[in-house]
C-alpha cells in the first residue's frame, strides 16, 4: 500500500514529477513496453477528440462502393440476360417439338399409304389397269441342299381375257372450238 499524499506536496498522480524520475524510468522499460505505451496515449487522444497520428492516412471508400455497385449490376444485367435467353429457348424448343410432332405423325401416314399400295390386291387392280394379265401356269423354283435350281412345273404364256379392254394409255383429245382440224383429214 502506498503512503497517502501529504497535503501540499506533490501527488503521486501529478504529472509534474520532476524529469530525472521519469527518464529513469523510461530507461528502464523496453523497447516493446515503449511501443505499448505510444499506441495507448494514441489512443487517449483519439477518444478525447485530438487528431489522428500522421501516419495513418484517410482513404476514401468511395472507389470500392463503387466497384462493388458495377460488379452487383454486371450480376443483375447477366442473369437477367440468361434468364431470357433460356426463355426464349424454351418456346423454341416447344416449336421444334411440335414440328417433330407433325413430322412423326406425316411419316406415320405416308408409311400407311406406302402399305397399301403395297398390298397385293392394290397392286392386282393396279397390273389390270395397265393391261397386264395373270399367268394361268406358272413356273416354280427351288434351291437344292447341294445349291443347284431345279425347276417345277412348264410355264405357259398367259392369255388376255376378252371381258374387258384395257385402257389405252393414251386418249385422243378434244379439238378445242378455236383450233382448225389439219388440211387433208
Known amino acids: ?84 435467353q433460356a426463355a426464349a429457348d424454351t418456346y423454341r424448343l416447344q416449336e421444334a417439338r411440335a414440328e417433330a410432332e407433325r413430322l412423326t405423325l406425316q411419316m406415320e401416314q405416308l408409311r400407311r399409304e406406302v402399305a397399301l399400295l403395297e398390298s397385293p390386291t392394290d397392286l392386282a387392280r393396279r397390273a389390270s389397269e395397265m393391261g397386264l394379265v395373270q399367268p394361268s401356269n406358272p413356273a416354280r423354283l427351288r434351291q437344292n441342299p447341294d445349291g443347284s435350281i431345279e425347276e417345277f412345273g412348264k410355264p405357259s404364256a398367259p392369255t388376255r381375257s376378252t371381258a374387258a379392254p384395257p385402257p389405252s394409255p393414251e386418249t385422243p383429245a378434244p379439238p378445242d372450238a378455236g383450233t382448225t382440224p389439219p388440211a387433208g383429214g
Not at 487517449?44 to 487528431?51: D, E, I, T, V, Y
Request: overall charge positive; cysteine-free.
Open 1 to 84: 500500500m502506498t503512503a497517502p499524499a501529504r497535503v501540499g506536496g506533490p501527488s503521486p498522480r501529478d504529472p509534474s514529477k520532476d524529469k530525472a524520475a521519469q527518464n529513469d524510468k523510461a530507461r528502464r522499460r523496453t523497447a516493446g513496453a515503449e511501443r505499448a505505451y505510444a499506441r495507448r496515449a494514441q489512443r487517449a487522444s483519439n477518444l478525447r477528440g485530438g487528431s489522428a497520428s500522421p501516419q495513418q492516412k484517410t482513404v476514401s471508400k468511395a472507389p470500392f462502393v463503387v466497384l462493388v455497385m458495377l460488379v452487383l449490376g454486371a450480376g443483375i444485367a447477366g442473369i437477367m440476360y440468361f434468364s431470357t
